[in-house]
Each structure stands twice: as C-alpha cells, then as structure tokens.
Nanobody, 118 residues
Framework: QVQLVESGGGLVQPGGSLTLSCGAS?????????MSWHRQAPGNQRELVAG???????NYADFVKGRFTISRDIRKNMVYLKMNSLEPEDTAVYYC???????????WGQGTQVTVSS
C-alpha cells in the first residue's frame, strides 16, 4: 500500500484560507494514482471533498465548488487542497486518499484537523 502523510490543518477564522498537503510514497507509480480529499465531521460519515484523476481531471463536491482547489505535483509526489472562504461547516478531519484499481491500491492518510471558528 501507499503511505500518505497529510499536513496543513489548523484553526482558521470564517472567511479564511488554508492549504492542505499530502505526501505520498509510491515513487514512479504516483502518476498512476487517482488522488482525493475527504472529510469527516463528528457524527457524520466521511464524504468526498475533491478528487484528481491520474489524467489530471478534477471533480468537486457541490458544497466546495468555487472555494476549494485540488492540485498535484507529480515530481514531488504531492497533492494539495487549497481552501478559501472557509465556513464553520467545513470543520472536520480531512483525509487524503490514493487509489489505483490497476495496482490494487486504496490507501488513506491519518487525517489532519481543520477547525473554522471565530
């Protein structure tokens, strides 16, 4: 499996911004992974926030469209989630996921806490 390490979470005021980072092992195989960010708030199920395919196509949950941007750096084996206009409802633990059906990969990071509060 792939080792994923998230960073960049923290406390931010409503309307503020954060950028989450996820570093992935997997070396030369990283370009073959579809990467995504998910989140889970207390009492809620984990939900998809944004994804980026191995071909670079992106998709977003309706609740973050226009506010969040997912990107990846193939050379650094990194994926990012730029979050703008944060709302208290965005408070959750954010998880990075790497998936490849061809390589039988479905790995999760340990999560990073994002808290939006004044």
């Amino acid at each position: 499996q792939v080792q994923l390490v998230e960073s960049g979470g923290g406390l931010v005021q409503p309307g503020g911004s954060l950028t989450l980072s996820c570093g992935a092992s997997g070396g030369k195989w990283f370009p073959m992974f579809s990467m995504s960010w998910h989140r889970q708030a207390p009492g809620n199920q984990r939900e998809l926030v944004a994804g980026i395919s191995d071909g670079g196509r992106t998709n977003y949950a309706d609740f973050v469209k226009g506010r969040f941007t997912i990107s990846r750096d193939i050379r650094k084996n990194m994926v990012y989630l730029k979050m703008n206009s944060l709302e208290p409802e965005d408070t959750a633990v954010y998880y990075c996921n790497a998936k490849s059906t061809r390589l039988d990969i479905n790995s999760w990071g340990q999560g990073t806490q994002v808290t939006v509060s004044s």
